[in-house]
Every structure is written in C-alpha cells, then in structure tokens.
C-alpha cells in the first residue's frame, strides 16, 4: 500500500488553465520533491522542500511553483498551463532511511 | 559535476535470459548508490542499494555491486522473468553543500519476452 499519493493519476486541461497537482505522504517524512519525466523517461528535479515552509527550484527551470505549509502536503501549481507542460510529474519524500518514496506519479496532458 | 551513464535500451531478453544493465558514475568523494525500478504507468521504487565500495545490495534476484576502481554499480539477474520488464534506473546520492543530491540515470526499458 503507498505511504505517498498524487492525485489525479491523469489529467487533461485546455492551455491557460490554473492547475494544482496534490501530493501527500503520511510517513512524516521532512524532505519532499517533485520531478518531472520526460517522454525519453529520464528525470528532472524541478522543486524540493527540507520541511516546512521551506521550498527551493531544482535544477530544471520551471514555470510551476510549490508550497509546504504543511509536512505531509506538498503541492504542486501551474498558474497557466501550456503545452510544453505536457509530462509525468512525480512526487517523492525521503526520510532518515536512504531511498525515496515515490509517488504514481501525474500523467498530465495540455491541449 | 555528478553524473551517472546507464546503457541505453530499449534491451530485450528471454524469459530465463541472464539480465546485466551497465551503470557508471562520475562524482566527488563517497556517493551512495541505488537502482530503482519502474512499471508501466507507475511511480519509481527502490529496487537496492549499496553506501560504501564493496558493498553487495540484492533485492527480487537483483544484486549490483559497488566498485569504486571501476566507478560502477551495474545491475544482474540470473534469471529475467515476464514481470520484470520495467525501466530501471541507477542514482547516486552524494552530500553536497549540507544537503544530499541525488543523482538519476536516464533509465534503461527493460522487456522480457515469453
């Protein structure tokens, strides 16, 4: 059973739309990021958060912003979705132990 | 900066077929190393891991070793099965800064036919 979870799972929008992707994990854990998957499948860290009220931009430019006003909540916005937003977003968590926790991960699509 | 290679797929093996999936990486001082694996339409999972060169991280019948004089963490099965076809992914976690940076291969698809 997933301790993280990201809803929807797949999402179709019109260009210009505001758009949140929601995750949340129940493990406590403090550090949450979000990448994005790229159809050739490899992985960009575009936020991350060490707790809360703590975000930072990875180290792919991207026009999304997050918030973490809560531990296990770490949402993910676009405030006017293009086209070139189209991708698989994936949230993940880390606690004391060595490996993330993803999530299923949204398969998001703009027309 | 910190990189990690992986072979590139998609590759293609019979069930039973022995199964090698090349990881190097490139990083400063004693990076921490990890294969995930993904299935179709899901997220990534931590499939093992080694932290210290020598070290032996197995899981599922996967087992990579870490080898510092070759830089590499490459990925074994004895024997594929039709369920593991997936995209595998090797990473490398290094300290960096007072914070850790991970670092993600490109993922190589892995299919394994009847």
């Known amino acids: 059973e997933a301790d993280i979870y990201q809803t929807p799972r797949y999402l179709v929008i019109g260009t210009g739309k505001k758009i949140t992707l929601e995750c949340s994990q129940t493990?406590?854990?403090?550090?949450m990021y979000w990448y994005q998957q790229d159809p050739g499948m490899e992985l960009h860290l575009i936020h991350y958060s060490y707790g809360v009220n703590s975000t930072e931009k990875g180290d792919l430019s991207s026009e999304s912003t997050v918030s973490r006003i809560r531990t296990e909540h770490f949402p993910l916005t676009l405030e006017s979705a293009r086209p070139s937003h189209t991708s698989q977003y994936l949230c993940?968590?880390?606690?004391?132990?060595?490996?993330?926790?993803f999530g299923s991960g949204t398969r998001l699509t703009v027309v | 900066g910190d990189s990690v290679t992986q072979m590139e797929g998609p590759v293609t093996l019979s069930e039973e077929a022995f199964l090698t999936i090349n990881c190097t990486y490139t990083a400063t001082g004693y990076p921490s190393l990890f294969w995930y694996v993904q299935y179709p339409g899901e997220g990534l999972q931590l499939l093992l891991k080694a932290t210290k060169a020598d070290d032996k991280g197995s899981n599922k019948g996967f087992e990579a070793t870490y080898r510092k004089e070759t830089t590499s963490f490459h990925l074994e099965k004895g024997s594929v099965q039709v369920s593991d076809s997936a995209v595998y992914f090797c990473a490398l976690r290094r300290n960096s800064g007072g914070y850790q940076k991970v670092t993600f291969g490109t993922g190589t698809k892995l299919q394994v036919i009847p």
């Open positions: 493990m406590g854990h403090d550090k």
């Open positions: 993940a968590s880390k606690g004391t132990d060595y490996g993330y926790t």
